[in-house]
């Protein structure tokens, strides 16, 4: 108990001694003015507020949406603005200027994150690439996957971990962070004994290399991605929040890259990415381990749409998900979410297009959220 408050309290008994009791008045106007004081130093020394905790910022892979973003830049960064997302993770311009884009974050007061560029693209021309996102306010550049023949296993991979060091220290040198977005492929184990995305992270020190971890391949890899995501604690600034729902055997890679044109073969597995919160992932579990390792973005990505529902309302239903698991009770109804889910797409009479005015069924009838409900 601090001097202060003992005194208070010592002087306070004294008020009860006959002597001071004989002049009443004045024993009672002190004796209220010493209660106030005590009252006031109870609250002051006595109770501490928990730390309010700060608000975890959401951004989207913008490879979620490549047909709207190719077909309308500002009118799907706009979408994603009014859906309630913080930021976007680009992955191409589709050849609309840095500073065009940039004059659209700012209007839009969308965080432009990060932005995925193919590690050719970064050999190629790494000074172009910082220029061209820099100028947008990007923080970092992340190498979205590596090409068959420079993944782990092959005489080609060790080099290819060598040349991402440099390209660190030129992201480095110009006040940007370099980032490595994973795969399942990473996950290969090498004759050590590690696996190949841990090599990668053990060869590149940390201030030339953070992590972007894609907790959908982690946990496709058979890995807890809640715990690995904390084995990288504070390397792990940007995360990828990703869903999905599988049954059968692995065979083949169940994804598209950025880049990279593939023969579709006959799906020997059922394989389906899902808006997060509607798949196999256990969100909750997540968002723990995104507080323990001290991350500081979630990205929400979903490479092909599922469920009945465009690439516009796959990104809403799981924003509203990841919002209603953030903060229960204060952010938008999850029930109203659901109504939502979709509806643009399965009603009669809407197109395609109004997805990304599905709030209020804005071009479709009126009534159509509402049927969906029922």
Partial sequence: MSAFL??????FGNFFKPSILTDNQNTMKTLKSLVIVALAAVMLFGCKSAPKEEKIPVGVQLYSVRDNMEQDFYGTLKAIKEMGY????FAGLFGNTPEQVKAWCDELELNPISAHVPLADMMADIDGVIKTYKA??????AVPYLPEELRPGTDLFEPTVAAIAELGKKVKAAGMTLLYHNHDFEFKTLEDGSYGLDYIYSTVPADLLQTELDLCWVKYSGIDPAEYLRKYTDRSPVVHFKDYYFEGEKEGDPYALIGIEKEEDAPKTVF???????????LQSLIDAFKDAHSKWIIIEQDNP????????????????????LCPGECEQKECCDKQEGCCDKKDGCSEDDCAKCDKAEGCEKSCCEEKAE
């Fill in 6 to 11: 003992t005194k208070i309290i010592t002087n």
């Fill in 86 to 89: 913080d930021g976007v993770e």
């Fill in 136 to 141: 947008i306010g990007c923080q970092y550049l």
């Fill in 272 to 282: 389906e990415f899902r808006p997060l919160g509607c798949g196999m992932q256990d």
């Fill in 306 to 325: 599922s469920m009945g529902m465009c690439p516009m309302a796959s990104i809403k239903k799981g924003l509203c998900n990841l919002k209603h698991m």
